[in-house]
């Protein structure tokens, strides 16, 4: 069992930044992969970035590529995604997945354990 904890979320301004974590517990941080999620109100949770559990070979959503940055420590068991450029549309609750027997994905089914998820606002 892993349990997931998102923080760091809050309203900023368009062009503005801010770092999400997800603190895990339970099973070890370093044999998951990781993955960051986001759903917008009355739309359906979108995949925004993973990482394999090595913290290797970053993967991102087309729309916030270059603006966004996935990481992953494994010694403080602890995920990151850092949110560069927002615009209003980057407006959801951001979620943290974790994955257990496999690498990063995209696909929102591969993924085991999931937190509950923190806001972030974008003004325009």
């Known amino acids: 069992q892993v349990q997931l904890a998102e923080s760091g979320g809050g309203l900023v301004q368009a062009g503005g930044s801010l770092r999400l974590s997800c603190a895990a517990s339970g099973r070890s941080f370093s044999s998951v992969s990781m993955g960051w999620f986001r759903q917008a109100p009355g739309k359906e949770r979108e995949f925004v970035a993973t990482i394999n559990w090595s913290n290797t070979s970053p993967y991102y959503a087309d729309s916030v590529k270059g603006r966004f940055a996935i990481s992953k420590d494994n010694s403080n068991n602890t995920g990151y995604l850092q949110m560069n450029n927002l615009k209003p549309e980057d407006t959801a609750v951001y979620y943290c997945?974790?994955?257990?027997?496999?690498?990063?994905?995209?696909?929102?089914?591969?993924?085991?354990?999931w937190g509950q998820g923190t806001q972030v606002t974008v003004s325009s």
């Open positions: 997945a974790a994955r257990a027997g496999g690498g990063g994905s995209v696909r929102r089914n591969d993924y085991n354990y």
